[in-house]
């Protein structure tokens, strides 16, 4: 099993940036793919973004794409997620989790959760 906690979120205006971190316990974080997800109040879960074990191929949300990072540092049992250029559409509590499989998109394939850092983007 995995242990995750996330950190980093907070308040920012739109356009600003914020770095997410996940930290992960264990000695078998690479073991795992990872995932970022959010929601939002009265909304379901949605995608973000996930990267492989190594760290060698990433995916992302459109919704995303071109704004957000996601990295990783096995040597530090650490995910993150770079979010620039921020909307206020952004504004959700995220979620780190673990996946046993080489990548996952969808929330039922992610095992382990932390439990969630709120983002608030103001206009």
């Known amino acids: 099993q995995v242990q995750l906690v996330e950190s980093g979120g907070g308040l920012v205006q739109a356009g600003g940036s914020l770095r997410l971190s996940c930290a992960a316990s264990?000695?078998?974080?690479?073991?795992?793919?990872m995932g970022w997800f959010r929601q939002a109040p009265g909304k379901a879960r949605e995608f973000v973004a996930c990267?492989?074990?190594?760290?060698?191929?990433?995916s992302y949300a459109d919704s995303v794409k071109g704004r957000f990072t996601i990295s990783r540092d096995n040597a530090k049992n650490t995910v993150y997620l770079q979010m620039n250029s921020l909307k206020p559409e952004d504004t959700a509590v995220y979620y780190c989790?673990?996946?046993?499989?080489?990548?996952?998109?969808?929330?039922?394939?992610?095992?382990?959760w932390g439990q969630g850092t709120q983002v608030t983007v103001s206009s």
């Open positions: 989790a673990a996946t046993d499989y080489a990548l996952g998109y969808s929330a039922v394939d992610y095992a382990y």
């Open positions: 264990g000695r078998t974080f690479s073991s795992y793919a």
């Open positions: 990267i492989s074990r190594s760290g060698g191929r990433t």
